[in-house]
């Protein structure tokens, strides 16, 4: 069981930058992939980011490649999205999300986070 708590995000003009965290409980943090999505009202939730166990592989949706960076601190149990360059368009609720198929069915979810984005 993995239990996760996201932070950071909050209100900025578009063209400007926010970093979202996610710390994780439990010692098995280096064993999942992680990711982000994020929904906004009326919409499917959809996948932004994600990153490998050991880091070494990152994943992008289209609409964020360029602008968006995930990393991750094993030792500090934490998962970090960088955003840059954000556009009104990013204003969603952000969530994280460890294992299972990271991509498409995580097995476990945050609570979010709201991010907005204003032009």
């Known amino acids: 069981q993995v239990q996760l708590v996201e932070s950071g995000g909050g209100l900025v003009q578009a063209g400007g930058s926010l970093r979202l965290s996610c710390a994780a409980s439990?010692?098995?943090?280096?064993?999942?992939?992680m990711g982000w999505f994020r929904q906004t009202p009326g919409k499917e939730r959809e996948f932004v980011a994600a990153?490998?166990?050991?880091?070494?592989?990152?994943y992008y949706a289209d609409s964020v490649k360029g602008r968006f960076t995930i990393s991750r601190e094993n030792a500090k149990n934490t998962v970090y999205l960088q955003m840059n360059s954000l556009k009104p368009e990013d204003t969603a609720v952000y969530y994280c999300?460890?294992?299972?198929?990271?991509?498409?069915?995580?097995?476990?979810w945050g609570q979010g986070t709201q991010v907005t984005v204003s032009s």
């Open positions: 999300a460890a294992g299972g198929d990271i991509t498409i069915a995580p097995s476990y």
């Open positions: 990153i490998s166990k050991s880091a070494d592989s990152t």
């Open positions: 439990g010692r098995t943090f280096s064993r999942y992939a």
